[in-house]
């Protein structure tokens, strides 16, 4: 075999891009460069798979990535995410960084009935897929061009470094391989191998720290929640202390550790005045349900807090206003708490107004669990 060099200038060179596309669903193993370092990319079937693992030297039983050169591609592998899996995708892809989803029953029967039995299988081995979507817009073009899926292991034998041009993928694969993508110009901006996430429904976790740190993906994966009333003494403090109870029990960690599982619930106001405690009604009702609110001082919501915000949801229509007249761009993800109603203000009843009021809130915050958790 002899193995050829395939000179791709551009996405835009068309007859090239759909000729190593062709190449991969025919079965070939065409090596093509990322951002990080050069790939081998192989069609997702067990003769492949099997050339493949004689080539690097692998064992049969490690798991191949999954690579991809579209958000549109990436729906039909997982399809469906919790909103801090969201997060992470939207910053991290296209880029240098593998993510492991751990896929519940749901998404994967969906997988199963669009995917052939063997490339299932072959895919998904412990409800688990790793899905990397490489910046690099040649690379992208070809895979988004593939009829069938795509993996792609480093341009390595076992053992050794990976390659990161395209004469060293020469130098160990000459004669094993059919083809080497080689983008004139392209310098790939990491040469070190991407970094690996596993996500799950619980946490986040670093397999492998690569180009990118894990402070950074640490702050791609944590959800700021932000509820936000009028003095922030009343309905946000109390829906903000039951937010922090409801997500640590359905995650089953401490109030303290949510943090630590990628949730960070605060509260604001739009008309507060700064360190203000907790109404003493709002105390006693939170009590009631062990949630304390004794050390709760009062902030008034400034622009930094929306813009940090993933999630904003008010007591009322009006305050919804005031935050998107703010910032408009906040629109997409500030939204009212009450589906059908605003929850009114309690300030000045008695208890069982508050009491009310906290039924209201804890009520509505539950309905919209599967859309944070």
């Known amino acids: ?9 551009a996405p835009d060179d068309s007859q090239l891009v759909k000729k190593a596309a062709q190449l991969l669903d025919e079965g070939a193993l065409v090596a093509f460069p990322t951002e990080t370092v050069y790939g081998i990319g192989c069609k997702a079937d067990k003769h492949s798979f099997d050339r493949l693992n004689e080539v690097k030297g692998r064992q049969p039983d490690k798991r191949y990535t999954l690579h991809i050169g579209s958000q549109e591609q990436l729906k039909k592998y997982i399809p469906s995410m919790s909103s801090k899996v969201r997060k992470l995708v939207q910053n991290a892809f296209p880029g240098p960084v593998t993510v492991v989803f751990e896929l519940d029953d749901e998404p994967l029967r969906q997988v199963k009935q669009n995917l052939p039995k063997s490339v299932f299988e072959m895919l998904y ?3 688990t897929l790793g899905v990397r979507y490489p910046a690099c817009p040649v690379t992208c073009t070809v895979l988004a061009r593939a009829k069938f899926p795509i993996v792609a292991p480093s341009a390595n034998p076992a053992g050794l470094a990976p390659a990161t041009t395209a004469k060293e993928v020469l130098d160990y694969f000459d004669g094993k391989i059919e083809y080497i993508v080689e983008i004139p110009d392209f310098e790939a901006d990491f040469k070190q191998s991407s970094t690996v996430v596993k996500v799950g429904k619980r946490n986040i976790q670093i397999l492998r720290e690569g180009a990118v740190s894990a402070c950074q993906i640490q702050n791609w994966t944590t ?70 609110l004794s050390g709760h001082q009062s902030h008034q919501l400034m622009l930094g807090d929306i813009e940090k915000s993933d999630m904003i949801f008010t007591m009322s229509r009006d305050h919804r206003d005031s935050i998107v007249q703010l910032l408009p761009s906040a629109s997409k993800k500030c939204f009212v708490l009450g589906e059908t109603s605003d929850i009114l203000d309690p300030i000045g009843s008695d208890v069982e107004v508050y009491q009310d009021c906290f039924q209201q809130i804890c009520d509505n915050i539950i309905k919209k669990k599967e859309g944070i958790l």
């Open 1 to 9: 075999m002899k193995t050829e060099i395939l000179k791709i200038a």
């Open 125 to 127: 081995s412990g409800r």
């Open 223 to 292: 959800i700021r929640i932000l509820f936000v009333c009028t003095g922030n003494t009343c309905r946000s403090p109390m829906a903000a202390g039951f937010g922090r109870k409801y997500f640590s029990d359905n995650l089953s960690c401490q109030v303290d550790e949510l943090e630590h599982f990628g949730y960070i619930i605060d509260s604001a106001g739009v008309a507060a005045c700064e360190g203000i405690p907790a109404s003493r009604h709002a105390i006693e009702v939170c009590r009631a349900e062990k949630i304390d």
